[in-house]
């Protein structure tokens, strides 16, 4: 049973900083890419970043580019998502997925197998 737990979530102030965690379990980690996506309310589920199994790749929503930082820690089965100069518009649920299948697909939802239930940011400005 392969489980994603996202973690770090808060309230926060714009122009401040988070550290989201994912922490995975039930599968071999450090085979996998890793994505975030999030989604506001109202809003449909974005793609925010990706970082390929070495996390020699990263891949960024425009959005967050410059802004937010992916890795991962394979020792420690954990992927991270730094999040700096966050704005009110980065208010969203946030989710971190699996991807087994390396397609390259990885700004789509489809890309990704497993998810986590998420973890709510709120940017106050």
């Known amino acids: 049973q392969v489980q994603l737990v996202e973690s770090g979530g808060g309230l926060v102030q714009a122009g401040e900083s988070l550290r989201l965690s994912c922490a995975a379990s039930g599968r071999t980690f450090s085979s996998y890419a890793m994505g975030w996506f999030r989604q506001a309310p109202g809003k449909e589920r974005e793609f925010v970043a990706a970082i390929t199994w070495s996390g020699g790749n990263t891949y960024y929503a425009d959005a967050v580019k410059g802004r937010f930082t992916i890795s991962r820690d394979n020792a420690k089965n954990t992927v991270y998502l730094q999040m700096n100069s966050l704005k009110p518009e980065d208010t969203a649920v946030y989710y971190c997925?699996?991807?087994?299948?390396?397609?390259?697909?990885?700004?789509?939802?489809?890309?990704?197998?497993?998810w986590g239930q998420g973890t709510q940011v709120t940017v106050s400005s």
């Open positions: 997925a699996s991807d087994p299948y390396y397609t390259g697909s990885y700004y789509y939802e489809y890309e990704y197998d497993y």
